[in-house]
């Protein structure tokens, strides 16, 4: 009893300094400057991220090997946060928002969501949207329950729509579909939490459109919709894809082998002149920045993630490591990935993949517009030799390369892949990262650890999911911005300049046109609309 009390009184104490931490941080948030391209003359070398960390034991993802002086601007804010990374990761090392002996949540979640997002986090949003000029719903709105997780959480329609549409694949040589994260039974979790491999099997229903669920394999052995234990089977399977998608698909494979490798090769490789580099700046400044960041207070020992989810920082940082073979560029390009997948045109509605889509087309007509001011043919690309090695050092530089070449280069391919590395920092992040914010704050459908007593979260481990992703909601650099001034300006061919400068001002134009089309519809939880898009993971 007495313990009890005086694990309440110190999760008090923590939680009121945390809290106004974390306030302070989304509040006091100003957007980067992404079109001042001025780069760093110096070359960036990618080393693994035990060299760069080293209590951070992740020896095959490669990071940038220091912050790029031009994110080091305005010098004043670089320093001041860069004080407050270090005074959180000492305050987290000394008094980390978790204690032990905590009772768990509440049996409600409405009620364990209430408890947790207070007035506190409802100041912040409203100082926030004051210092971006926005209502306080455009900043943040209070998470909205899904209604495929109302009751008993709808597998099939989790599988199409939301932020685990990419994990759904057809089996091969058989008429079904699967999510297949089998490899997570190879990682153990904390004591006293059941591991997370798992497999779903999926029907396709012809009549109705849609994929059924038949079976789930996971550390319950084979379980099938009837079974008294498909409850807690569909439980272990989301929380399998809830944990991969935080630390694999948004972290380790967006923010540091796709965003940081594509920062690196492109400042490398492309003079700060080239057009190609104005093109992808505004969607690739601040990476090393915010990455390091992120790295001092989620991936760190005691972090957000070993905090929140089922491993303990050793397991999670060999998960890690190899997940790096299973990164696929591929996933840049959300059409391309789906055929990849097997679950293009194949017979049933995918909503995400439609929303998704519609966003990729808006950029690839951006791209295409804008490199057709610059090259007239093919061969007129293959013979920019920059281009062509800035193609061939991100094949060499990603984990199983791109789909295209310099040799098989050509002017659509081009389009094609500069609007995969758009698409990268913005939909597929807002995908696997913010959108998660209607989704894993209800963990009594879709827990971020599963315990073998059935016993809930406790209230410190609760708090700190719904503060992760709190954080990620964080008011950034708009994508719908004028990003006009990005562009090249050449005296000697200022007709050109001018026709770049109305290239980006046709994609705002565009992207406000989709959102206005998205307005007349409903609105849903799984949506991507343009206007809460970033114009980078970063700024």
């Known amino acids: 009893m007495w313990m009890g009390r005086i694990a309440q009184f110190r999760w008090t104490i923590r939680n009121g300094l945390w809290s106004r931490i974390l306030a302070l941080k989304f509040s006091t948030n100003r957007d980067l400057d992404v079109t001042r391209c001025i780069k760093d003359p110096r070359k960036l070398e990618a080393v693994p991220v035990a060299q760069l960390f080293p209590r951070i034991a992740i020896q095959h993802v490669l990071v940038g090997e220091r912050t790029p002086l031009d994110e080091q601007h305005p010098v004043v804010r670089h320093r001041i946060r860069r004080f407050f990374s270090r005074l959180f990761m000492f305050l987290n090392r000394l008094f980390p928002p978790t204690v032990e002996g905590l009772p768990p949540i509440d049996a ?28 306080p719903k455009e900043v943040l709105e209070f998470p909205v329950l899904p209604q495929e997780l109302k009751g008993s959480p709808d597998l099939g329609t989790l599988a199409v729509q939301g932020p685990f549409a990419g994990y759904i694949r057809k089996v091969m040589n058989q008429d079904s579909f ?13 004591a006293g939490l059941y591991r997370l491999g798992m497999r779903v099997q999926f029907q396709l229903d012809p009549m109705g459109k849609r994929l059924t669920p038949t079976k789930i394999e996971s550390a319950l052995g084979l379980s099938y919709p009837n079974d008294a234990n498909w409850a807690l089977a569909s439980r272990l399977a989301l929380c399998a894809l ?53 790295m001092e207070s989620q991936v760190v020992p005691g972090g957000d993630f070993e905090s929140v989810f089922s491993y303990a920082h050793e397991e999670m940082y ?137 016993s809930r979260e406790p209230v410190d481990v609760y708090q700190r999911l719904l503060n992760m992703n709190f954080m990620l909601s964080t008011p950034r650099a708009p994508l719908m911005a004028d990003l006009t001034a990005v562009v090249l300006s050449e005296p000697a061919n200022p007709e050109r300049s001018a026709q770049a400068v109305a290239a980006f001002a046709a994609f705002r134009q565009e992207l406000e046109g989709l959102q206005r089309a998205m307005e007349g519809e409903p609105w849903m939880p799984w949506k991507l609309y343009p206007k809460s898009l970033e114009v980078n993971m970063n700024a």
């Open 318 to 454: 060999r998960l890690m490591d190899d997940s790096v073979g299973g990164f696929d560029a591929k996933a840049w390009d959300p059409q391309g990935y789906a055929a990849k997948r097997g679950v293009l045109h194949a017979g049933f509605d995918q909503p995400t993949e439609g929303n998704l889509a519609a966003l990729f087309d808006v950029m690839l007509r951006h791209t295409a517009r804008y490199l057709a001011l610059y090259y007239d043919s093919d061969a007129d690309v293959r013979a920019d030799r920059a281009m062509c090695e800035w193609v061939d050092a991100l094949d060499k530089a990603l984990s199983n390369g791109l789909p295209v070449t310099s040799g098989s280069l050509t002017l659509a391919s081009l389009a094609r892949l500069a609007a995969c590395c758009l698409y990268l920092g913005t939909v597929q992040h807002e995908l696997v990262g913010s959108s998660l914010w209607n989704y894993q704050v209800w963990t009594n459908v879709m827990p971020v650890q599963v315990a073998r007593d059935g």
């Open 242 to 294: 809830s944990t991969h998608t935080s630390l694999i698909r948004h972290w380790n494979w967006v923010h540091l082998i796709g965003g940081e490798t594509l920062s690196i090769v492109t400042r490398n490789v492309l003079p700060t002149d080239h057009p190609f580099c104005r093109l992808l700046w505004p969607h690739i400044f601040g990476a090393q920045a915010s990455n390091r960041l992120g």
């Open 108 to 135: 409600n979640p409405q009620m364990a969501l209430a408890q947790a997002y207070t007035d506190r986090h409802r100041r912040a949003v409203r100082k926030a949207a004051k210092r971006h000029g926005q209502l």
């Open 178 to 190: 699967e999510w297949d994260l089998r490899h997570l039974t190879e990682y153990h979790p904390r």
